[in-house]
Structure formats: structure tokens, C-alpha cells
């Protein structure tokens, strides 16, 4: 099985900060790579697929980028919406892995 | 509207049995797969289980296999997930997603319905 290791599992940050998300794959899964966002009480929101491609409607401080086993979120500068649980998943073999989440916390 | 909608969670006991359904509005439902992701209370995404738009791959979870069964009707647009010989720790929020290509894989969730195993 592909183990999916995201750091960090808690941050706090102020709105406009730059923040960065990371996910290492046990081995190699290409770009087969999704980034979402979920918030209490709510089903997750897609944020970036194949590793780096930004979805419809998303905000452009929004970015990913990696490739192989190492993948970053970055968020530009914070907005007071952004603060909520990331998730990165692997969908390039069964069975299909989660990152353990990062909680975004306002400082 | 792109939609799916979860149904059938609800409260049963250590042991018991219930099945979730999904329901797709909005897309050709028999071109894509679709996957059960539960959500236990407090705690991370945990991906359950897969099948092909025919049906003819299906995949699980070792934590549910050979209690839990995926199917579909693609003819009623519909996902089900019979799970059985249910425990404590199968009690989670229960959502559905679809997976066609890589530009739309996990783009659209359900809801989610409620499961809660307990005596």
C-alpha cells in the first residue's frame, strides 16, 4: 500500500501568509495527486487534481506543484475563508490514500 | 446540476446491517467510477471502496473487505454499499464520489449520510 505522510498536521497563520502544505508518497504515483479542502460539518472540496492543475472556480492563491512522491499546496496569502483541514490523496493505486490532514488555525 | 445525493445511514448495533445508496443527477453516470470515502467523528478521510462503470473492478479497504459490498444500477443512476457484520468502528460519516479521468477524479462528493454502529 502507498502511504501518503503530510506535514504539517496543525499550523497556525495570519490572513495573508504564505503557507505550505506538504505530502510525501511511499513510492511513486506520477502526478495522480488531489488536493482538498473541508470545513466542519461539510464534504470535502477539490482544490488541485493531477498534482499542479487548479480546479474551476478555485481561487488562484490556490497552487500545487511535485511530482513522483513529493507534493506541495501552497497558499499565497491566507484569506479568512482558507482556514479549515487539508487533505491530500493518492489515486494512482489501490487502495487509494489520504494524507492525514493539516488544520489551519488563525494565529 | 452535477449532484449526488447519500441516503440510508442511520443508528444499528454491533453486529447488524444497512445499506447506503447514492444517487447521480446532473452526468452520464455510466462512464464514471465511483467510490464510498467515510469520515470517522473527528478524524481524517479514509477512502472504502471502488467500482468500474460496469462494474467490472471493485476494490476495498482491508478494514472492510468481506463485510462491506459496493454495486450500481447504472440504469437508476445509483451507488450502494451493503455493509454488514458492522462495528463500533465502522461508525463514520459515509460519502459518495465520482472518478472518471484524472481531470475529473473525486471532483464531485455527496453529502454524506451518517452511519453510527452502538448498542
Known amino acids: 500500500d502507498i502511504q501518503m505522510t503530510q506535514s504539517p498536521s496543525a499550523m497556525s497563520a495570519s490572513v495573508g501568509d504564505r503557507v505550505t502544505i506538504t505530502c510525501r508518497a511511499s513510492?511513486?504515483?506520477?502526478?495522480?495527486l488531489a488536493w482538498f479542502q473541508q470545513k466542519p460539518g461539510k464534504a470535502p472540496k477539490r482544490l488541485i487534481y493531477?498534482?499542479?492543475s487548479l480546479q474551476s472556480g478555485v481561487p488562484s492563491r490556490f497552487s500545487g506543484s511535485g511530482s513522483g512522491t513529493e507534493f506541495t499546496l501552497t497558499i499565497s496569502s491566507l484569506q479568512p475563508e482558507d482556514f479549515a483541514t487539508y487533505y491530500c490523496?493518492?489515486?494512482?493505486?489501490?487502495?487509494?490514500?489520504f494524507g492525514q490532514g493539516t488544520k489551519l488555525e488563525i494565529k | 446540476e452535477v449532484q449526488l445525493v447519500e441516503s440510508g445511514g442511520g443508528l444499528v448495533k454491533p453486529g447488524g446491517s444497512l445499506r447506503l445508496s447514492c444517487a447521480a443527477s446532473?452526468?452520464?453516470?455510466?462512464?464514471?467510477?465511483m467510490n464510498w470515502v467515510r469520515q470517522a467523528p473527528g478524524k481524517g478521510l479514509e477512502w472504502v471502496s471502488s467500482?468500474?462503470?460496469?462494474?467490472?473492478?471493485?476494490y476495498y479497504a482491508d478494514s472492510v473487505k468481506g463485510r462491506f459490498t459496493i454495486s450500481r444500477d447504472n440504469a437508476k443512476n445509483s451507488l450502494y454499499l451493503q455493509m454488514n457484520s458492522l462495528r463500533a468502528e465502522d461508525t463514520a460519516v459515509y460519502y459518495c464520489?465520482?472518478?472518471?479521468?484524472?481531470?475529473?477524479?473525486?471532483?464531485?462528493w455527496g453529502q454524506g449520510t451518517m452511519v453510527t454502529v452502538s448498542s
Open positions: 464520489a465520482r472518478v472518471g479521468t484524472i481531470r475529473n477524479a473525486f471532483d464531485i
Open positions: 446532473g452526468f452520464t453516470f455510466s462512464s464514471y467510477s
Open positions: 467500482i468500474s462503470s460496469s462494474s467490472s473492478y471493485i
Open positions: 513510492q511513486g504515483i506520477s502526478n495522480y
Open positions: 493531477a498534482a499542479s
Open positions: 490523496l493518492q489515486h494512482n493505486s489501490y487502495p487509494y490514500t
